[in-house]
């Protein structure tokens, strides 16, 4: 990866990071945790389940860049008991720690030099695993999920522009 499109990748965490605090904030805590569907995560569960992917993507990133072809273990969110505990806070507390760990992970990710994007890991879902292939799927793993939040949040109030 380049150095332009890791300052494009960086910037594009940044915005995705403002949109989620966005349409996470001015409803009500019952609102916020309120299932639409059945099966489905509530505005707060899915704030929960971005940052929870957050933290696991910027421990495997530490691994890629402290060891040589670490192996990558597959994140599954169900059954997660720091996913449990997050869901447990208040969303202006989900937001607050959300926001200061991103600021820090966008600081690492722009420490990185083009060797550092480059490093690998050792993944059982993809042939190639480095530092810019993860977040770059993390980018678009999270857009999915910005993309639910607005359809919740459209469903709980008309959306404010």
Request: proline letters at 6%; one cysteine or more; charged letters at 25%.
């Amino acid at each position: 990866m380049g150095p332009e499109e890791a300052e494009r990748l960086i910037a594009r965490l940044r915005e995705q990071a403002r949109e989620i605090h966005r349409l996470a904030s001015g409803l009500p805590e019952n609102q916020l945790a309120q299932r639409l569907e059945a099966g489905q995560w509530s505005l707060k569960e899915l704030v929960c389940h971005i940052w929870r992917v957050q933290q696991i993507f910027e421990l495997r990133i530490q691994s890629m860049l402290a060891e040589d072809n670490p192996e990558i273990a597959v994140y599954e969110p169900d059954g997660d008991p720091e996913f449990e505990r997050l869901a447990a806070r208040p969303m202006a507390d989900l937001l607050t720690g959300f926001s200061n760990d991103r600021q820090r992970f966008l600081k690492l990710l722009g420490t990185l030099d083009a060797s550092g994007w480059q490093r690998t890991g050792i993944h059982p879902e993809f042939p190639r695993y480095d530092v810019g292939f993860q977040l770059q799927y993390m980018a678009h793993h999270e857009a999915h999920h910005i993309y639910q939040m607005f359809q919740r949040r459209a469903l709980l109030e008309a959306p404010r522009y």
